[in-house]
């Protein structure tokens, strides 16, 4: 039997929704993570201090009885003309806040109220990079004229490049790193880290288009192809500090998924640990599992490693676990990643 023990991981990125889909999914989350960066892509979208604390609150409410001693939801602000600078300073300097997050208008979930283009914010962004806030980015271009396996790539040139030059001290995460063009611009950047998703590391778009269409495997950015995931897959597994999880786990109800136009968004968060031990365990790399699930996120964020610790055991393979959690009244979400959840137990 193989066993790791390291200390307690992060998830740098999760959506947790609210009302009854935050009750069913949060404790997922608050039994896997210490800490947790919660996306603010609500309707309407968390743009102030007192939002956050709100959510926040119902967070904590719906983490339940076996939530880890040490889970902490840690609060982004949605960035769009409702922002307001003081209060962002007043929420960080509370405690409440620690991040902004910028979604361009129309690429994702919820993102209609995001931004038209990002260095439209350059007020709020030289105000964050002095106060050392950091600047979440949806790096995806919503050009119709781009290709939709292209779109990283065209954001990260056209807006995300041309923003960190003109604010130079701003630190900055890629969120959902898609591809090698994402991979390279962070590797290429002071104060940029980018984080990586348990199905971005796992599946290519073989895997979402080659044998059925799985509308469970569509999420924004797309799943590109194998050479980008294989690129995906080494950084996390290089030790690199620039790479970290975020799982991006998007709960969708199965009707959302499974129609004419399926929503974005996987819900990974009860098998994301197990998916990503599974790849390290397969390419011999379990030696850099803490690094990109413990140690290199919160280093990016200015933050201490956790204390605690988790230990990760891989047993024969078993049944999988199940695929669906019910969450009231007849919605039904579907699970990442049961069958790597088969080999592995974490205690
Ligand atoms: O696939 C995604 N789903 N990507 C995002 O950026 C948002 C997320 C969601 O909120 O469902
Ligand atoms: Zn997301």
């Known amino acids: 039997m193989t066993s790791i023990t390291i200390a307690a991981p992060d998830d740098w990125h999760v959506h ?12 997922f989350t608050a039994n896997a993570f210490r800490y947790a960066l919660v996306m603010p892509n609500l309707v309407p979208p968390i743009t102030s201090t007192a939002m956050a604390e709100g959510y ?11 939530a880890r001693a040490d ?30 997050k910028y979604y361009p208008a129309g690429a994702t979930t919820n993102s209609e109220a995001g931004g038209a283009s990002l260095i439209g914010y350059q007020g709020v962004l030289e105000a964050m990079a002095e106060a050392g806030i950091p600047l ?12 939709i396996f292209d779109r990283e790539a065209a954001f990260l040139d056209t807006e995300l490049a041309p923003a960190c030059d003109a604010v130079p001290g701003l630190t900055v995460t890629v969120e959902h790193l898609s591809t090698r063009a994402g ?35 569509y999420c924004k950015p ?19 500090p620039s790479f970290f999880i975020g799982t991006d786990s998007a709960p969708h109800p199965l009707s959302h ?16 640990l197990e998916v990503i031990a599974e790849l390290f365990y397969e390419n011999d790399a379990l030696g850099q599992l803490e690094a990109f699930l413990s140690l290199n996120g919160p280093a990016h964020y200015g933050l201490a490693a956790a204390e605690s610790t988790i230990t990760l055991r891989r047993e024969e393979p078993a049944e999988a676990p199940p695929e ?18 088969g080999c592995w137990t974490v205690s």
């Open 16 to 27: 947790l929704r609210d009302d009854h889909m935050l009750t069913a999914v949060a404790p």
């Open 56 to 66: 926040r609150a119902r967070i904590l409410a719906a983490a339940g009885p076996d």
């Open 71 to 100: 889970f902490t939801p840690l609060m982004g602000l949605y960035l769009n003309d409702d922002l307001v600078i003081e209060d962002l300073m007043a929420g960080v300097a509370a405690g409440i806040v620690i991040a902004v």
């Open 136 to 147: 979440l980015v949806h790096a995806e271009s919503t050009d119709p004229d781009i290709d």
């Open 183 to 217: 991979l390279d611009f962070v590797a290429g950047r002071d104060g940029v880290g980018g984080s990586i998703t348990p199905h971005h590391l796992t599946c290519d778009r073989s895997d979402v288009l080659a044998n059925g269409l799985r509308p469970d495997l």
């Open 222 to 240: 797309v799943i590109n192809s194998r050479d980008e995931r294989m690129a995906l897959a080494s950084a996390a597994m290089s030790g690199n």
């Open 257 to 272: 998924k499974e129609t004419g136009r399926a929503k974005p968004g996987i819900f990974n968060a009860p098998y994301a």
């Open 324 to 341: 669906i959690v019910t969450i009231g009244d007849g919605v039904d979400v579907r699970i990442f990643g049961a069958e790597a959840a």
